[in-house]
């Protein structure tokens, strides 16, 4: 009984996910899921042209350290990429990390770094089987040697060196007195670790036991002398600033109330800049002095585009703006003259621009959907803009064409969607169509690579990404329309995206398979439960099932900012209502695998078991209605190369057989 309605919960015995019972349902249900995809004949084939696919270069983008430069690579299909170091922009690459050695199986994922100011020391942190928490070392760079330190209980969090390379500011929880793996995560506390010392003797810089869903990111100035400290609450996007001085000191605030969104960007002494949309929904840069807290200069002032991202490198302002979601990178002076525009190969998403405030060149990221990742230097006083790494490939990016429509949704807001598809690929009812969407966490979707994407285009396929409210792709107030009360907004869209095809005759139901992940899961399980008869097919992955129960299981709790919470009685109601799992009714649902993993500590596994079970249950027409399950894996962080393609190709061959399709990529 929750707020005086009796809610059925006949599968809360799958959320003990270590139980005999459950561990023999799991392996039921694998049996029958792994037993149909052994029989859909495409299956072999996709596979051999995913690995054939994948095998090609990716690189990271290069950050330097007292000369030295630091990049992860891939060279095709290994497990994990390296962690590579050389002298110089183009030197001879040394491995520094190679995090296929730490298992046998891959399972074990480099999950953050960071190097020394003299370049010396590399602190750096490893996740297993996909697990959020993560365990820290420090390696000395020239010889790869590990040091005895040993860190643990850590997730969310990154080293902040400071600049005597002394040792770093870090953020941890407590050791979990239940199950790692499902126990909430609450009181993050901010320590500084001394290289060499035992985990134990590490300094608590800050806590709040009267704020137990606080997270706290330290983050040491390009002088050296200032602490940034920026505090969180879960996923709200509205944080507070803290800063210390290093020279002597305790801790300070500068931004309180978590009323706006405030990034750190630079600072030039006691003037810290950040990228806010304090004022300005759409974001721009602003001065703040720490000598005059809430006094505040504007330098990049608010566009027609959301704001992005900002770094500052050269005494200069590299913002990256979403035009109707895709990136447009800006330079703007100190003082916020815009000075000139870098161009980008097509609609696509930048990423990076790893520089610092004396640097004169920055690196970044560009990718499309139909262009893996290249990475690129710009010179900020050439003004050029050259590419660095660009990997070789076994297909013709110019051989596929992308397009972007616009829609109107169910109350006439007008949301973007972009479709690609292999040229010459004409609309037809017939064709076959791969819905993806996410909505949600101010989380913008931008074009992005994927073989699997990659692979369905070449069977002709279309690829259809709708940029549905919840994100970050139109600025706050296209956020604030898809969350808590409003989240219903984000299903009509994805559910006018799917219509919208239909009607333009790009697709017809039989031949319409949607997906998303995580937020993106429930997208699908919510639209599924809504509209049935819509689609041809569903896949969703890692998804949030269970809104009555999700703060109670890892980090759920800090999923309020776009949920809301079963403890209000408006937002419970409205919880209810789009809940996959408790919106399941007898119907004839469509071919639908849901798929999750054993480790998965992000979005607890038994949203998607007692989904799974429940559509079981409520399935009336023939359609198979399929959970699987991968074992050492988790949200999708750090997953080895060779899982990542199984759980595609496994999808592919689905949707393959779900909508009648002959493969022959």
């Known amino acids: 009984m929750i707020h005086g309605i009796e809610v059925p919960d006949p599968y809360r015995w799958l959320e003990d996910i270590d139980s005999d019972e459950t561990r023999a349902w799991i392996e039921a249900q694998n049996r029958v899921t792994f037993g149909y995809l052994e029989k859909v004949p495409a299956r072999r084939r996709i596979r051999e042209r995913m690995t054939v696919l994948w095998d090609y270069e990716k690189y990271g983008i290069p950050f330097k350290r007292a000369g030295r430069y630091f990049y992860t690579y891939n060279d095709g299909l290994r497990n994990q990429p390296l962690l590579l170091w050389l002298e110089g922009p183009d030197g001879e690459p040394r491995t520094l990390l190679d995090p296929n050695t730490l298992s046998e199986d891959g399972t074990v994922a480099l999950t953050g770094y960071d190097v020394s100011e003299d370049g010396r020391l590399l602190a750096y942190g490893v996740s297993a089987a996909g697990s959020d928490w993560q365990e820290w070392r420090v390696r000395v760079v020239e010889t790869g040697e590990d040091l005895p330190d040993h860190l643990r209980w850590i997730k969310f969090t990154a080293a902040a060196w400071t600049h005597d390379n002394v040792g770093f500011y870090y953020s941890r929880f407590d050791e979990p007195r239940g199950e790692a793996l499902k126990e909430a995560n609450y009181y993050q506390k901010l320590y500084y670790h001394r290289v060499g010392d035992p985990q134990d003797a590490d300094t608590l810089v800050y806590k709040r036991d009267d704020e137990k869903e606080w997270r706290f990111h330290g983050q040491v100035t390009e002088d050296g002398r ?147 990742g290249s990475i690129h230097r710009i010179d900020l006083v050439e003004r050029t803009n050259t590419v660095y790494r660009e990997p070789k490939l076994g297909f013709d990016p110019g051989g596929y064409v992308t397009e972007q429509v616009f829609y109107p949704s169910r109350d006439g807001t007008r949301v973007p969607m972009y479709l690609t598809y292999k040229r010459g690929v004409e609309p037809r009812a017939d064709n076959p169509c791969y819905l993806y969407g996410y909505g949600g966490f101010n989380i913008s979707i931008t074009p992005f690579f994927n073989v699997r994407n990659l692979v369905w285009m070449e069977m002709g396929g279309l690829l259809c990404v709708a940029n549905l409210r919840g994100g970050a792709e139109y600025g706050k107030a296209w956020h604030d329309q898809g969350i808590k009360l409003a989240k219903q907004n984000v299903f009509d869209d994805f559910i006018a995206a799917a219509e919208h095809l239909i009607e333009e005759g790009y697709t017809s139901t039989p031949r319409l398979a949607v997906s998303g992940r995580s937020n993106g899961g429930l997208l699908v399980g919510a639209c599924l439960a809504q509209r049935p008869e819509l689609f041809g097919a569903a896949v969703p992955a890692v998804g949030v099932m269970d809104l009555l129960r999700f703060e109670r299981f890892t980090v759920g709790w800090g999923w309020t900012s776009d949920y809301g919470s079963v403890d209000d009685p408006d937002e419970f109601r409205a919880l209810l209502a789009y809940s996959p799992y408790h919106n399941l009714k007898p119907a004839r649902y469509p071919p639908t695998m849901v798929t999750t993993a054993d480790h998965d500590d992000r979005v607890y596994p038994a949203h998607s078991f007692k989904f799974a079970a429940a559509l079981q249950h409520a399935q009336r027409g023939g359609a198979p209605a399929l959970i699987r399950v991968d074992t050492k894996a988790g949200h999708g962080l750090g997953k080895p190369t060779a899982k990542v393609i199984d759980e595609y190709t496994d999808e592919l061959a689905f949707i393959v057989a779900a909508l009648g399709l002959e493969a022959e990529p």
């Not at 992005?308 to 800006?330: C, P």
């Not at 916020?336 to 640097?359: C, I």
């Open 226 to 372: 200032i602490l940034v400290v920026t505090v969180t609450r879960g996923t709200y996007p509205e944080n507070q600033v803290l800063y210390m001085d290093l020279a002597g000191g305790g801790v300070e605030e500068l931004v309180t109330g978590f009323q706006n969104k405030y990034r750190f960007i630079s600072n030039d002494g006691g003037v810290f800049y950040f990228l806010t949309d304090m004022d300005a929904p759409m974001g721009r840069v602003v001065a703040m002095d720490t000598g005059g807290p809430g006094e505040v200069r504007e330098v990049v002032p608010e566009t027609g585009d959301a704001l992005g991202s900002v770094s500052m490198v050269n005494n200069q302002f590299l913002a990256v703006h979403l035009h109707d979601a895709h990136s447009l990178v800006t330079v703007y002076s100190e003082t916020g003259e815009r000075l000139w525009a870098v161009e980008q190969p097509g609609m696509g998403t930048v990423t990076g621009f790893t520089g610092r405030k004396t640097d004169t060149e920055a690196y970044y990221h560009y990718t499309d959907f139909t262009r893996p």
